[in-house]
């Protein structure tokens, strides 16, 4: 329970943040999001969240994040980031949400002392000498020093409790120090370079290729989206051979975030990010988003006339990842006599390109479907050895059970060194390192393209060749009230508002291949239409027409 002068130090500071009116908040995909301005109150009430959720877990290290990640500049937002480094356990959603709306400092108070009680969280005399920890990081946007104060507040109105500004981070640094830290192991910013680096240099140093030093490495090119990615990429460049790297759209010249740039446009749009054009003709190049948890690839083929890009997404990334796992995998089960075949998967959303999940069940994988956000793709992918999860946008990566990396690692003791089966393994291992094991990381994501890429001598051209995507076309409509749309678990049908899911399968009918489905997005005011059919005119069609159905049953 609270006693009266943990009361007092919340309505104190309560007082400081009353909410704007009518504004209905909710966690959704990935916490809460929306114009900087109103966002005040939140941040400063999922501050108060952050404390407690320490202190619920023995006080363990709790991440903030103030990142609105691919939404506009204006907009801002924050997610929790649990002690495990993975995204706030979803049982504390509703919590977060009364509490984002509560309309007085009273009406928060209860809220909060309810809960405390219900969550039996020691606080105040009672928890001794334990307090809350919490790590605070924020992306580039103007408003994110501000909010970041608002945040303190909050993690500070719990007694006790100590606010540390780690400063300017990618979403995905945040969460990896937060693991890092809770598992004792060394957690700051630059340990996460060092540990990128050594994991890339050791699989570089694995290439199969003797006359390595003659392999011509291409250049890659990173539109950092005029965010946090670029500056960061542009730090961890400085000790990393075997790359060459050019990096754009830093923010430094004058771009805006996000605009006209950066992986959320690059994928939903297929054109050519701000910065680049005719010069980079069949270059390979990447684009992160605005807080770096997203990466895609791109290239502009030559005969293009228009602004149009070849785009690798996230399932083609994902491909690429699943295939250089399932090679190493291969290897070790020629030489398996002790019977530890592994299960590896890969888990994908709705909106994954029906071509490439086909590929992926051919590779013979087990392939699983979550609803979007990563959250959710996580989850399902802790479920095996080796889960691999990507949704299109380019958010993903890939896991590994504790279990199996001991195995991996006793193995590597056993084998002989040199061989195959050891070499195998020692990528393995080093890939675990590599890749962000807290949540989709384009610094990490980036590093592990180019060293397979190099691995198999393959250009972006012919990574792309591995399957070729299905037409496919998205549209954002919007509506008075997205929340009127309501989904089947996996988003594929609108369950609301009745009669449209019929309509929309009339549309469908009409298309070879054809495929669509509409869901309220969960970071932006809008409703998604997404469309896939054999030809681009007919999945542009498509989606138009389910579009138009959007407005008619919610305009
Ligand atoms: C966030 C989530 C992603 C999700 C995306 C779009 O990305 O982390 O998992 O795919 O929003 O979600 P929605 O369609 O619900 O708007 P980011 O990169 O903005 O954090």
């Known amino acids: ?81 649990d002690p495990s480094g993975g995204m706030l356990s979803q049982e504390w959603e509703p919590f977060a949400d009364q509490i984002a709306n509560a309309s007085s400092p009273r009406e928060l108070v209860s809220l ?56 300017i981070l990618t979403t995905p640094q945040l969460h990896w120090m937060v693991r890092a830290k809770n598992k004792g ?28 030093d003659k392999l011509e490495v291409s250049k890659v090119i990173v539109d950092g989206a005029n965010g946090v990615g670029g500056l960061k990429l542009e730090e961890l460049r400085e000790s990393l051979n075997n790359l ?26 297929k054109v050519v990010p701000l910065g680049f054009g005719s010069k980079d003709v069949e270059t390979r190049c990447a684009s992160f988003d605005g807080d770096a948890d997203r990466l895609v690839y791109f290239y502009i083929p030559t005969e293009s006339s228009t602004d149009k890009v070849e785009l690798l997404d996230g399932d083609k990334i994902l491909s690429l990842f699943a295939l250089f796992i399932k090679e190493q995998l291969n290897t070790l089960d020629d030489d398996d006599k002790e019977g530890t075949r592994s299960r590896l998967g890969v888990v994908q959303t709705a909106y994954a390109n029906g071509a490439s999940t086909d590929y992926l069940k051919q590779l013979g994988l087990d392939v699983v479907f979550a609803k979007t956000g990563v959250k959710h793709l996580h989850e399902k992918a802790a479920e095996f050895d080796i889960g691999i999860y990507f949704e299109a946008n380019g958010h993903g990566t ?84 997205r929340a009127a749309v309501v989904t089947t678990s996996e988003e594929t049908e609108a ?12 549309e469908i009918k009409k298309y070879p291949r054809g495929r669509a489905f509409i869901r309220p997005s969960g970071t932006e005011d809008v409703v998604r239409v997404y469309a896939e059919a054999s030809t681009q005119e007919a999945a542009d069609s498509l989606a138009n027409s389910v579009a138009q159905l959007v407005k008619s049953f919610l305009g």
Not at 119 to 132: F, L, P, Q, R
Not at 191 to 198: A, G, K, P, R, V
Not at 401 to 416: G, H, N, P
Request: aromatic share 6%; net charge negative; with cysteine.
């Open 1 to 81: 329970a609270m006693d009266e002068s943990q009361i007092a130090s919340l309505l104190k500071s309560s007082e400081l943040f009353p909410t704007p009116q009518s504004v209905k908040l909710s966690y959704g995909t990935a916490g809460f999001r929306g114009d900087a301005k109103l966002l005040d109150s939140t941040v400063y009430r999922v501050g108060i969240l952050s404390a407690l959720r320490s202190l619920k877990l023995g006080s363990s290290t709790v991440g903030l994040m103030i990142t609105a990640s691919h939404n506009k500049v204006s907009d801002n937002g924050i997610k929790v980031a």
């Open 185 to 212: 192991l060394k957690a700051t910013e630059n340990d996460y370079f060092e540990n990128l680096f050594t994991s890339f240099r050791c699989l570089i140093d694995l290439i199969p290729n003797s006359g390595k």
């Open 398 to 481: 890939i896991l590994f059970s504790e279990t199996f990396i001991s195995l991996l690692v006793a193995k590597q003791k056993d084998l002989t060194q040199g061989s195959e089966e050891h070499k195998a393994v020692s990528r393995l291992v080093a890939v675990s390192n590599l890749i962000n094991q807290a949540v989709g990381d384009a610094l990490s994501g980036l590093l592990l393209v180019e060293v397979i890429l190099q691995h198999m001598g393959w250009s972006v051209q012919k990574w792309n060749e591995l399957y070729k995507d299905l037409p496919s076309r998205q549209i954002k409509v919007e509506v008075p009230d």
């Open 244 to 269: 060459d790297l050019e990096i754009r759209n830093t923010g430094r010249d004058g771009g805006v975030l996000n605009e006209g740039v950066g992986a959320d446009f690059v994928q939903k749009e």
């Open 112 to 167: 909060i002392r309810e809960f405390v009680e219900k969550e039996e969280i020691a606080i105040g005399e009672e928890k001794k000498n334990k307090s809350a920890e919490v790590w605070l990081g924020r992306d580039t946007r103007p408003s994110g020093e501000s909010l970041l104060r608002a945040a303190e507040i909050g993690v500070s109105s719990i007694l006790g409790s100590v606010a540390i500004d780690k400063g």
């Open 495 to 506: 369950l609301k508002p009745l009669g449209i899911q019929d309509a929309i399968n009339a």
